[in-house]
C-alpha cells in the first residue's frame, strides 16, 4: 500500500525566510509519481509540480525548488525568499504507476504561514 | 484554457435526503476522479471511474454513493441519504491518455449536512 508522510503539521516563518517541507512517501512499486499541491485559503488545489521516479533531477521553478532522493523516500520541497502570498496548505502526493487507475494517495499536508 | 468545472459550489441538505454533485470534466479527457475532503484534514480518493465504469473504489465509498457519467460530459457524484459525516469539500478531477499521471482538478463543491 502507498503512504505519504508530511510530518510537519505547521510552519512559521517571517517574510524573506527560505521554507522547507518535508516529504516521505512508500511505495511498492518502482514507477510512480509525486506530486505538490498548493491549497489557498480559497479551498482550490493548486498544482506545482510533478516527477516520475525514474527522473531524480532537482528541479528549480522561480523561488521554488524540489529535491528528489530515491535514496530515503523523501520529495522536499523548498520555498525561497518567502512571501505572504505563499501561506497555504500544501499537500504532497503519491501515483503508483496503474494504468486506467491513476489515483493520487495525498499526505496530511503542512500548513506554513509567512509573517509579514 | 480548459479546466474542470464542479457545480453547485456549495451545497446545504437536510441529514438522509440524496445530493447530487456534478462535475464537467476537461472534453478529451478519459480518466474521471472523485476526491474528499473533510474540515482541516487530507484529501482522500474516493472512486476512479474509466471506460464507462469503475475502476476503483476506497473503503469510504459504500453503497451510499454512486457515480455515473451520464451524458458523455457530466460526471456525477450521489450521495442517497446523507450524514452528517458526509459534510466536506468534494473534488471533481480528470486525466488524459494512460501514463499521463497528471489530474486537473476542479475547484471543489462545498457539502454542508445539517
Known amino acids: 500500500a502507498q503512504k505519504v508522510t508530511q510530518a510537519q503539521t505547521e510552519i512559521s516563518v517571517v517574510e524573506k525566510e527560505d521554507v522547507t517541507l518535508d516529504c516521505v512517501y512508500e511505495?511498492?512499486?518502482?514507477?510512480?509519481?509525486l506530486f505538490w499541491y498548493k491549497q489557498p485559503p480559497s479551498g482550490e488545489l493548486v498544482f506545482l509540480i510533478r516527477r516520475n521516479s525514474f527522473d531524480e533531477q532537482n528541479e528549480i521553478s522561480g523561488r521554488y525548488s524540489w529535491n528528489f532522493q530515491k535514496s530515503t523516500s523523501s520529495f522536499n520541497f523548498t520555498i525561497t525568499a518567502s512571501q505572504v502570498v505563499d501561506s497555504a496548505v500544501y499537500f504532497c502526493a503519491l501515483s503508483e504507476a496503474n494504468f486506467g487507475n491513476e489515483k493520487l494517495t495525498f499526505g496530511t499536508g503542512t500548513r506554513l504561514t509567512i509573517i509579514p | 484554457e480548459p479546466e474542470v468545472t464542479q457545480t453547485p459550489s456549495h451545497q446545504v441538505t437536510q441529514m438522509g435526503q440524496e445530493v447530487i454533485l456534478r462535475c464537467v470534466p476537461i472534453?478529451?479527457?478519459?480518466?474521471f476522479y472523485w476526491y474528499r475532503q473533510i474540515l482541516g484534514q487530507k484529501v482522500e480518493f474516493l472512486v476512479s471511474?474509466?471506460?464507462?465504469?469503475?475502476?476503483?473504489k476506497s473503503e469510504i465509498f459504500d453503497d451510499q454513493f454512486s457515480v455515473e457519467r451520464p451524458d458523455g460530459s457530466n460526471f456525477t457524484l450521489k450521495i442517497r441519504s446523507t450524514k452528517l459525516e458526509d459534510s466536506a469539500m468534494y473534488f471533481c478531477?480528470?486525466?488524459?491518455?494512460?501514463?499521463?499521471?497528471?489530474?486537473?482538478f476542479g475547484p471543489g463543491t462545498r457539502l454542508t449536512v445539517l
Open positions: 471511474f474509466y471506460n464507462n465504469e469503475i475502476s476503483e
Open positions: 472534453s478529451n479527457h478519459l480518466y
Open positions: 478531477a480528470s486525466g488524459g491518455r494512460t501514463g499521463n499521471y497528471e489530474q486537473f
Open positions: 511505495t511498492r512499486d518502482t514507477t510512480y509519481y
